[in-house]
């Protein structure tokens, strides 16, 4: 196995893709035959992720965030209008194309994009005037300022995980002669609890994996960190990698895998050359491939680098995109603890829980057990990012309250927070007391800060349009659903909602919540149903009072019209 | 009381017998017991995606299509709140589609239409989605309407189950997938696709239509005219390919080998 198979579907698309610009139907089929893959597999996967596209984009291929915390539009504007073109069109001369993405994770740094694929931050209407010229004059993107592509870690306050850097080798050497229930019992006794957002028990999803029949077995490391203001994996494959790749080893040995697979969002592909470097230094060192440490025991990593799709963050769309297909979230059961990658038991684990997994058997158990909380034990790393003086990564004993983080960060006048990302909790003041943990308010690490100055309402607004765009659509509440609540909610956001509006988007939450296939419906609907538990008075101000509103806009709907004629004036409004 | 030594699950208060393997679905259908449902059909491997057949077990919703019957299980099905949701979902599939009922030669043969008329469906609520979607009409003897395609894959997992081809995928994300035809031009005439296949005669809807056969059977006279989809649902299934109502005369029934059931 390569660490970076140039083989791999999705890899061999985002070559083309940067290469032609766009994958044409001829490519498909040349492709397809190329990977012995059925056409129709080749063009699925095309569409399904955002960074392949069918039609051609342009040279110099911007794709602005439009995250509340790293996005800002209205420099995506400047952009626009500095070079004379719309949004998702390609210029003609094939130059530049500018489109929008999802949260690609650089929170802590202000505005940010992607430039044919490589990260930019700190965005400034001055960075983005000399873009514009650097652009016209066709100055390829390596010879751009160095600066606008530094990306730092912005480390605000270290615990168990960021304290100490280990020593290659270290975890692997504390657990030579050890037998796989021994390391097991270790994890276990640590009470060591997933860091992706779920928190399932560690210790028992090895268990399970390790007692499933079978003749071979994958560890596969979650570093898709697609929750929008989340940053905190990012921090850890940047300066941790060392420890991440440890913990798979960890895991491959208990469980009996031979194979580890890091599964990196195609946002962070700028980290893939030094996680490679890594590997192969890890290799030389005899801590991965055949043999390690003169263990008898083989296991080595490569990496699957993802193409823009939020719900292959989920365990089983993940496997899937691994498997080189559209991230369409598999039935469960079966879990992946019994049938994952190419259907042998697979531990999926997030990029944190590997790191702690590392600590934990070098250290002990109760290195671990004896910070944060009864049910919750360890730290846990937040993406602190949105209106404060101090963004960045803090990492905490489980138990810290709300209050406490928006002090350290320096956040004033705060209007309400969003933890766990759109997909989490929004809650105002007086919820601030309460406490992160399992068992009070989980998180996978994202933690959004929103001021008074912010209207809460195109927060929601925002978070509702994010899952309406990256719903998978194979089930049918969650593929019709989003799409309705974005379109209700705009309604509303627009001031042309009634009542009958709000009771609309309640029970249509409450249905795409309840009946979706994965956790992306399932949560989809939080923001507006926390938004009206919480904000209800944002809601009502914005409402018409009357009995209803058509759902048809006659005056937005002769838009097309009037864009096409070149008008504007009164006359061509109702 | 349940027996402890027999295999049994509750649905709505009625002991049901299962046998290991069976999914809720397979259960309830053997006992005579409809869920509605629109991406399954007993012979092929589920799928879960429409959500017709959710129901709550012991409190917690999932798709009956998909989920392993186990002893204990105390299943609500046919209650006024689940009818409810399904009713919902139902009219999500019509209005993000183009569902021209009255002029679609499926009409009345139609399983969504007549889901619809079983839930009581009396117009699609939502606001109309009017998507842009290609018709492909390359192939001699079939159309593939994609406008009335609720992406249920049926036609996809026919052609690999039964049919022993590859004809149909879905692509695309969201609101924005679409069936593609599995050819080197993406074409129906150029795949091998034949009028033989399950995959031809399987779509529930009218989004593979045989061509030249428009109207034979009147309206009124249709499946869907005479019985209800509750009935016709718990009929025995063989996946035979089944005869398009107006081929009686022209070609025999052919089953569908193993996957009959
Ligand atoms: C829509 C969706 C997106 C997810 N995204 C991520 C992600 O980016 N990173 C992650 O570790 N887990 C993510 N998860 C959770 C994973 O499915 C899985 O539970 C997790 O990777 C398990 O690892 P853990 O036990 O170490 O937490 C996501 C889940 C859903 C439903
Ligand atoms: S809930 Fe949404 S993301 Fe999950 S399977 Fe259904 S359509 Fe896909
Ligand atoms: S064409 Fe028919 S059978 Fe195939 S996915 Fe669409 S609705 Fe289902
Ligand atoms: S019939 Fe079960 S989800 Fe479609």
Same mark, same amino acid.
């Given at each position: 196995?390569?660490?970076?198979?140039?083989?791999?579907?999705?890899?061999?698309?985002?070559?083309?893709?940067?290469?032609?610009?766009?994958?044409?139907?001829?490519?498909?089929?040349? $492709?397809?035959?190329?990977?012995?893959?059925?056409?129709?597999?080749?063009?699925?996967?095309?569409?399904?992720?955002?960074?392949?596209?069918?039609?051609?984009?342009?040279?110099?291929?911007?794709?602005?965030?439009?995250?509340?915390?790293?996005?800002?539009?209205?420099?995506?504007?400047?952009?626009?209008?500095?070079?004379?073109?719309?949004?998702?069109?390609?210029?003609?001369?094939?130059?530049?194309? $500018?489109?929008?993405?999802?949260?690609?994770?650089?929170?802590?740094?202000?505005?940010?994009?992607?430039?044919?694929?490589?990260?930019?931050?700190?965005?400034?209407?001055?960075?983005?005037?000399?873009?514009?010229?650097?652009?016209?004059?066709?100055?390829?993107?390596?010879?751009?300022?160095?600066?606008?592509?530094?990306?730092?870690?912005?480390?605000?306050?270290?615990?168990?995980?960021?304290?100490?850097?280990?020593?290659?080798?270290?975890?692997?050497?504390?657990?030579?002669?050890?037998?796989?229930?021994?390391?097991?019992?270790?994890?276990?006794?640590?009470?060591?609890?997933?860091?992706?957002?779920?928190?399932?028990?560690?210790?028992?999803?090895?268990?399970?994996?390790?007692?499933?029949?079978?003749?071979?077995?994958?560890?596969?490391?979650?570093?898709?960190?697609?929750?929008?203001?989340?940053?905190?994996?990012?921090?850890?494959?940047?300066?941790?990698?060392?420890?991440?790749?440890?913990?798979?080893?960890?895991?491959?040995?208990?469980?009996?895998?031979?194979?580890?697979?890091?599964?990196?969002?195609?946002?962070?592909?700028?980290?893939?050359?030094?996680?490679?470097?890594?590997?192969?230094?890890?290799?030389?060192?005899?801590?991965?491939?055949?043999?390690?440490?003169?263990?008898?025991?083989?296991?080595?990593?490569?990496?699957?680098?993802?193409?823009?799709?939020?719900?292959?963050?989920?365990?089983?769309?993940? $496997?899937?995109?691994?498997?080189?297909?559209?991230?369409?979230?598999?039935?469960?059961?079966?879990?992946?603890?019994?049938?994952?990658?190419?259907?042998?038991?697979?531990?999926?684990?997030?990029?944190?829980?590997?790191?702690?997994?590392?600590? $934990?058997?070098?250290?002990?158990?109760?290195?671990?057990?004896?910070?944060?909380?009864?049910?919750?034990?360890?730290?846990?790393?937040?993406?602190?990012?949105?209106?404060?003086?101090?963004?960045?990564?803090?990492?905490?004993?489980?138990?810290?309250?709300?209050?406490?983080?928006?002090?350290?960060?320096?956040?004033?006048?705060?209007?309400?927070?969003?933890?766990?990302?759109?997909?989490?909790?929004?809650?105002?003041?007086?919820?601030?007391?309460?406490?992160?943990?399992?068992?009070?308010?989980?998180?996978?690490?994202?933690?959004?800060?929103?001021?008074?100055?912010?209207?809460?309402?195109?927060?929601?607004?925002?978070?509702?349009?994010?899952?309406?765009?990256?719903?998978?659509?194979?089930?049918?509440?969650?593929?019709?659903?989003?799409?309705?609540?974005?379109?209700?909610?705009?309604?509303?956001?627009?001031?042309?909602?009634?009542?009958?509006?709000?009771?609309?988007?309640?029970?249509?939450?409450?249905?795409?919540?309840?009946?979706?296939?994965?956790?992306?419906?399932?949560?989809?609907?939080?923001?507006?149903?926390?938004?009206?538990?919480?904000?209800?008075?944002?809601?009502?101000?914005?409402?018409?009072?009357?009995?209803?509103?058509?759902?048809?806009?006659?005056?937005?709907?002769?838009?097309?019209?009037?864009?096409?004629?070149?008008?504007?004036?009164?006359?061509?409004?109702? | 009381?349940?027996?402890?030594?027999?295999?049994?699950?509750?649905?709505?208060?009625?002991?049901?017998?299962?046998?290991?393997?069976?999914?809720?679905?397979?259960?309830?259908?053997?006992?005579?017991?409809?869920?509605?449902?629109?991406?399954?059909?007993?012979?092929?491997?589920?799928?879960?995606?429409?959500?017709?057949?959710?129901?709550?077990?012991?409190?917690?919703?999932?798709?009956?299509?998909?989920?392993?019957?186990?002893?204990?299980?105390?299943?609500?099905?046919?209650?006024?709140?689940?009818?409810?949701?399904?009713?919902?979902?139902?009219?999500?599939?019509?209005?993000?589609?183009?569902?021209?009922?009255?002029?679609?030669? &499926?009409?009345?043969?139609?399983?969504?239409?007549?889901?619809?008329?079983?839930?009581?469906?009396?117009?699609?609520?939502?606001?109309?989605?009017?998507?842009?979607?290609?018709?492909?009409?390359?192939?001699?003897?079939?159309?593939?309407?994609?406008?009335?395609?609720?992406?249920?894959?049926?036609?996809?997992?026919?052609?690999?189950?039964?049919?022993? &081809? #590859?004809?149909?995928?879905?692509?695309?994300?969201?609101? &924005?997938?679409?069936?593609?035809?599995?050819?080197?031009?993406?074409?129906?005439?150029?795949?091998?696709?034949?009028?033989? #296949?399950?995959?031809?005669?399987?779509?529930?809807?009218?989004?593979?239509?045989? &061509?030249?056969?428009?109207?034979?059977?009147?309206?009124?006279?249709?499946?869907?005219?005479?019985?209800?989809?509750?009935?016709?649902?718990?009929?025995?299934?063989?996946?035979?390919?089944?005869?398009?109502?107006?081929?009686?005369?022209?070609?025999?029934?052919?089953?569908?080998?193993?996957?009959?059931?």
């Amino acid at each position: 196995m390569t660490p970076y198979s140039s083989e791999h579907l999705l890899h061999v698309l985002h070559a083309h893709q940067q290469r032609f610009h766009y994958i044409s139907d001829q490519a498909i089929c040349e $492709i397809a035959t190329r990977l012995h893959l059925p056409r129709a597999q080749v063009e699925a996967v095309t569409e399904f992720y955002a960074f392949f596209h069918r039609s051609p984009r342009g040279r110099f291929d911007i794709l602005f965030s439009n995250c509340t915390s790293c996005g800002n539009l209205t420099l995506m504007q400047q952009l626009c209008d500095r070079l004379n073109v719309c949004m998702d069109q390609t210029s003609s001369d094939g130059l530049i194309s $500018i489109s929008q993405t999802s949260c690609i994770g650089m929170c802590d740094h202000g505005a940010s994009a992607l430039i044919n694929g490589l990260t930019v931050t700190s965005l400034s209407e001055q960075i983005i005037e000399e873009m514009g010229n650097l652009i016209e004059s066709e100055t390829p993107v390596s010879a751009w300022p160095t600066s606008w592509f530094q990306i730092g870690n912005n480390i605000r306050k270290e615990g168990l995980l960021l304290t100490e850097a280990l020593e290659p080798g270290a975890a692997l050497k504390a657990i030579a002669g050890r037998s796989s229930d021994e390391i097991l019992n270790e994890i276990t006794a640590s009470g060591l609890k997933g860091r992706g957002g779920a928190g399932f028990s560690t210790g028992l999803k090895w268990k399970l994996c390790r007692d499933a029949a079978s003749d071979s077995r994958y560890v596969v490391c979650n570093a898709d960190e697609g929750e929008p203001g989340t940053f905190k994996d990012r921090i850890l494959l940047n300066s941790h990698a060392d420890t991440l790749f440890e913990g798979m080893t960890v895991c491959g040995k208990v469980i009996g895998a031979s194979q580890g697979y890091l599964y990196l969002r195609g946002e962070y592909r700028y980290m893939l050359d030094a996680l490679l470097t890594t590997l192969q230094n890890r290799r030389e060192a005899g801590l991965l491939g055949n043999n390690v440490l003169g263990s008898g025991f083989d296991f080595d990593i490569a990496v699957v680098v993802g193409a823009g799709a939020y719900i292959c963050g989920e365990e089983s769309a993940l $496997i899937e995109s691994i498997e080189e297909k559209p991230g369409i979230p598999r039935i469960r059961p079966p879990f992946p603890v019994t049938s994952g990658l190419w259907g042998k038991p697979t531990v999926v684990n997030n990029v944190e829980t590997l790191v702690a997994a590392a600590g $934990i058997v070098l250290h002990g158990h109760h290195w671990f057990e004896t910070s944060g909380t009864w049910q919750s034990k360890g730290s846990k790393l937040l993406s602190v990012s949105g209106d404060c003086a101090r963004a960045g990564i803090y990492e905490y004993p489980f138990g810290v309250t709300v209050a406490q983080i928006l002090e350290d960060a320096g956040a004033e006048d705060v209007q309400a927070v969003q933890i766990g990302g759109p997909a989490g909790r929004l809650i105002g003041a007086e919820s601030f007391t309460n406490h992160i943990a399992f068992e009070d308010i989980a998180t996978g690490g994202s933690f959004m800060i929103f001021d008074t100055s912010r209207d809460l309402l195109a927060v929601i607004g925002n978070f509702t349009h994010f899952f309406d765009h990256e719903s998978c659509g194979f089930c049918t509440p969650c593929r019709v659903g989003t799409t309705l609540l974005k379109n209700g909610l705009d309604k509303v956001c627009s001031g042309h909602g009634t009542a009958h509006d709000i009771d609309e988007l309640q029970r249509t939450a409450a249905l795409v919540s309840r009946r979706s296939h994965c956790g992306l419906g399932m949560t989809a609907p939080n923001p507006i149903r926390d938004g009206l538990k919480v904000f209800p008075q944002l809601f009502e101000a914005r409402l018409l009072h009357q009995e209803m509103e058509p759902e048809f806009n006659l005056d937005a709907s002769l838009e097309e019209a009037r864009s096409l004629t070149n008008r504007d004036d009164a006359e061509a409004h109702l | 009381m349940s027996d402890p030594m027999k295999k049994t699950i509750i649905i709505d208060g009625v002991e049901i017998p299962f046998e290991e393997g069976q999914t809720i679905m397979d259960a309830a259908l053997a006992a005579d017991i409809y869920i509605p449902h629109l991406c399954h059909k007993p012979g092929l491997s589920p799928h879960g995606s429409c959500k017709l057949c959710t129901v709550d077990v012991n409190g917690r919703a999932v798709s009956s299509c998909t989920m392993p019957a186990e002893a204990g299980q105390e299943i609500a099905n046919n209650t006024a709140s689940l009818n409810e949701a399904r009713k919902t979902i139902t009219q999500m599939l019509f209005i993000e589609g183009n569902h021209l009922c009255p002029s679609c030669e &499926k009409t009345g043969d139609c399983t969504l239409q007549a889901i619809g008329y079983h839930l009581g469906m009396l117009d699609g609520h939502f606001p109309q989605f009017y998507p842009r979607r290609e018709v492909d009409a390359s192939h001699g003897s079939l159309v593939l309407d994609r406008d009335r395609c609720i992406m249920c894959e049926l036609c996809v997992r026919a052609s690999r189950e039964c049919d022993g &081809k #590859d004809v149909f995928a879905i692509s695309g994300r969201g609101t &924005k997938r679409q069936l593609v035809v599995n050819s080197p031009t993406g074409r129906l005439v150029d795949s091998d696709i034949e009028l033989d #296949d399950m995959a031809a005669h399987i779509c529930p809807v009218g989004a593979i239509l045989i &061509k030249d056969h428009g109207y034979e059977v009147p309206i009124g006279r249709r499946t869907f005219d005479l019985h209800s989809v509750s009935e016709t649902d718990l009929d025995e299934v063989i996946l035979k390919k089944t005869k398009h109502h107006d081929q009686e005369h022209e070609t025999a029934e052919k089953e569908g080998g193993v996957y009959g059931v």
